[in-house]
Antibody, heavy 116, light 112 residues
Framework: EVQLVESGGGLVQPGGSLRLSCAASGFIFRSYWMHWVRQVPGKGLVWVSRINSDESSTSDADSVKGRFTISRDNAKNTLYLQMNSLRVEDTAVYYC?????????WGQGTLVIVSS | DVVMTQSPDSLAVSLGERATINCKSSQSVLSSSNNKNYLAWYQQRPGQPLKLLIYWASTRESGVPDRFSGSGSGTDFTLTISSLQAEDVAVYYCHQYYTTLSFGQGTKVEIK
């Protein structure tokens, strides 16, 4: 069974940093592209970042470019999102998702609150 | 960027009746190279991970009940639930993966 479990969310002040993790199991992690998508509670979904299977290529949404860094450790079956220079508008639930044909499996999400 | 617009924002349907959700993209998501529409549908139930229902606009994901169907091409798409069940109460999102990934704003489906 495919499982994606995010962790690392919490309350952080504007300008602060946070690192999210996504532990993957039930599939060959190193074979798949992976993504982060966020959702302001009660609002829609916004794609954030993606990384290819061997970490040779990444892509980020303009809203997080230069502040967020996606990475992965295929030996640990874990996806990461390093978030720096956090802004109030980054407050959201962050989901990791597996990239099959498209985003075919999602985690439950981890809540990030940026507030002073 | 491709903007996805769903309608309606919410709908209430009686159990056993049909529910129809529309999705319009600001540009075509039909690829001329493979004649596929890069359009998917998701279900989000409270407290549950998003679930992929449909991809390539009309291909049902494995395990998804056949009361769920997708149709459309180019810029106009529809998700139909042929006979609404109680467990179908959720928010539904359309999603294009033709270019930079984007999603519709969601349609909330409730029981009338």
């Amino acid at each position: 069974e495919v499982q994606l479990v995010e962790s690392g969310g919490g309350l952080v002040q504007p300008g602060g940093s946070l690192r999210l993790s996504c532990a993957a199991s039930g599939f060959i992690f190193r074979s798949y592209w992976m993504h982060w998508v966020r959702q302001v509670p009660g609002k829609g979904l916004v794609w954030v970042s993606r990384i290819n299977s061997d970490e040779s290529s990444t892509s980020d949404a303009d809203s997080v470019k230069g502040r967020f860094t996606i990475s992965r450790d295929n030996a640990k079956n874990t996806l990461y999102l390093q978030m720096n220079s956090l802004r109030v508008e980054d407050t959201a639930v962050y989901y990791c998702a597996r990239g099959g044909v498209t985003l075919d499996y999602w985690g439950q999400g981890t809540l990030v609150i940026v507030s002073s | 960027d491709v903007v996805m617009t769903q309608s309606p924002d919410s709908l209430a349907v009686s159990l056993g009746e049909r529910a129809t959700i529309n999705c319009k993209s600001s540009q075509s998501v039909l690829s001329s190279s493979n004649n596929k529409n890069y359009l998917a549908w998701y279900q989000q139930r409270p407290g549950q991970p998003l679930k992929l229902l449909i991809y390539w606009a009309s291909t049902r994901e494995s395990g998804v009940p056949d009361r769920f169907s997708g149709s459309g091409s180019g810029t106009d798409f529809t998700l139909t639930i042929s006979s609404l069940q109680a467990e179908d109460v959720a928010v539904y999102y359309c999603h294009q993966y033709y270019t930079t990934l984007s999603f519709g704003q969601g349609t909330k489906v409730e029981i009338k």
